[in-house]
């Protein structure tokens, strides 16, 4: 699967959920004009961090 895009916010090994959480997430927030900025960061990060797991693999 080719996990490239144009889309600077995802580095090319991004998890392909995590991209779609975060572009759903970003469509939540354009249509929710209530939504702060600093809610959007929040919420951003605890999708990151819900995969983060990925890049702390302890493979040797």
Same mark, same amino acid.
């Given at each position: 699967m080719d996990h490239s895009d144009n889309q600077l916010d /995802? *580095?090319? +090994? +991004?998890d392909l959920s995590m991209q779609q959480?975060? $572009? %759903? %997430?970003k $469509? =939540? *927030? /354009?249509? #929710?004009s209530s939504m702060t900025e600093k809610e959007y960061d929040m919420l951003e990060k605890e999708i990151r961090e819900k @995969?983060? @797991? =990925? #890049?702390?693999s302890d493979d040797y």
């Amino acid at each position: 699967m080719d996990h490239s895009d144009n889309q600077l916010d /995802f *580095a090319p +090994d +991004d998890d392909l959920s995590m991209q779609q959480e975060i $572009m %759903l %997430l970003k $469509m =939540k *927030a /354009f249509h #929710n004009s209530s939504m702060t900025e600093k809610e959007y960061d929040m919420l951003e990060k605890e999708i990151r961090e819900k @995969y983060s @797991y =990925k #890049n702390s693999s302890d493979d040797y």
